[in-house]
């Protein structure tokens, strides 16, 4: 295995059997399901939330980015932290950690408590989000990267299907509550499946933090990084305030937003999976494919939303471009830094979840100054920059090709 400034990738993992190995890769997209479905809750429960809470839809979508700012953070320092400890026992905490924060949003008596339990949450995903990709590389043959890679990255997406979706129908039965329940239950689940299906996964060399943000100097990565940071910021100043404007646009409720949204998710999986294969190859030919009808489509919201039928086909082609985002992001990542996987997928762990802060604020303030529509297009003229900067780049190899 090659290295770069004393950087290696952990080594193989004792693999055992083809089918224990992807049982494993199906435990670690359990956990990135969780950590997203833990992430995104209060989407599709901003409403009920801010009302409860006594605050406004703007300020309560900063419990999605006291969450995102606090990932951001935590994903390189916890990469760094964690020297050699297995990987599998640092899942099982991040899990207990995820759990533990969900129970404190369920309790929370006012908004205050929310944002510190949401600090919790933002501290699990952040560890989730930097070591699961490089887990499942390891979990499977050279060969079965991509797919491996693909099928943890679904835990993103199918979150948006079910977890999103199924948060705001608990919501609109039994209460906003119950929701963070259900998904601290959910974190209970994967952890003692993560324990059971995953093999030990020590490292075999720390990496030092100022190692890993040294790798920004590497141009490639340091224009994957200046994409993610852009598209994903577009996408959440306009997503964290869809509920609100589907309310005020569409003029539909919870129950048929909540159809909406699991529409939106199931093209989101479809998505990571047809843009996941591709990106593998040509993650900066993908990342432009995706921004462009992710722009358009946000843009074009506000004005013909007003048609529940135009509005389920937008939010559709939402879904289908911005469901390949994560996993071409982290294929651009891995394909920049083929010989420091783990450092390179906690550095776009930290930008993706800061862009997610971002967004979430950028969107609320501009939602509270000049009403909700102009999220949607804020959302849609930073995905135009990224676009921009994705097309003037230049391509990296596919980390196939460069070992």
Request: glycine share 12%; charged share 10%.
């Amino acid at each position: 295995m090659t290295q770069t400034r004393g950087i290696a990738n952990p080594a193989p993992a004792a693999r055992g059997s083809a089918l224990r190995g992807w049982l494993g890769v199906g435990a670690v997209t359990g956990a990135t399901f969780t950590a997203v479905t833990s992430e995104m809750l209060p989407v599709g429960l901003l409403t009920p939330i801010s009302d409860t809470l006594r605050v406004t839809e703007g300020a309560a979508g900063l419990s999605l980015t006291a969450t995102g700012v606090v990932a951001a953070l935590s994903a390189p320092l916890i990469t760094a932290a964690l020297g050699r400890t297995d990987r599998r026992l640092v899942l099982c905490a991040l899990l207990a950690v995820l759990m533990l924060g969900n129970l404190g949003a369920a309790w929370s008596p006012n908004f205050a408590v929310m944002i510190g339990a949401r600090v919790l949450i933002g501290l699990g995903i952040g560890g989730v989000w930097a070591i699961a990709a490089s887990m499942a590389a390891r979990l499977v043959p050279e060969k079965s990267i991509g797919p491996a890679t693909s099928l943890v990255y679904s835990g993103v997406a199918v979150a948006s299907v079910i977890g999103v979706p199924a948060g705001t129908y608990i919501g609109a039965l039994t209460g906003w509550r119950t929701a963070f329940l259900v998904c601290a239950g959910l974190a209970l689940i994967v952890l003692v499946a993560v324990a059971a299906l995953l093999p030990r996964l020590t490292v075999a060399q720390v990496v030092p933090l100022r190692e890993v943000l040294r790798m920004t100097r590497r141009p490639q990565l340091r224009t994957a990084l200046l994409v993610v940071a852009f598209l994903v910021t577009g996408h959440f100043a306009a997503y964290t305030y869809i509920r609100p404007l589907l309310e005020k646009v569409t003029g539909i409720g919870a129950s048929t937003i909540g159809t909406v949204l699991l529409v939106y998710g199931i093209a989101g999986v479809i998505g990571n999976f047809s843009m996941g294969t591709v990106g593998v190859r040509g993650p900066r030919r993908t990342l432009i494919t995706i921004s462009i009808p992710l722009a358009v489509t946000v843009l074009l919201i506000p004005a013909l939303g007003g048609s529940l039928w135009l509005a389920v086909v937008l939010m559709v082609a939402w879904g289908l471009s911005y469901g390949g985002v994560s996993v071409t992001t982290q294929n651009w990542a891995f394909a920049a830094a083929p010989d420091a996987r783990e450092a390179a997928s906690s550095l776009n762990a930290g930008v993706f979840n800061a862009a997610i802060a971002l967004g979430a604020l950028v969107g609320g303030r501009a939602a509270d100054a000049f009403g909700i529509s102009s999220a949607m297009w804020l959302g849609g003229a930073l995905a135009l920059v990224a676009l921009t900067i994705a097309a003037a780049s230049r391509a990296p190899e596919a980390p196939e090709l460069r070992r």
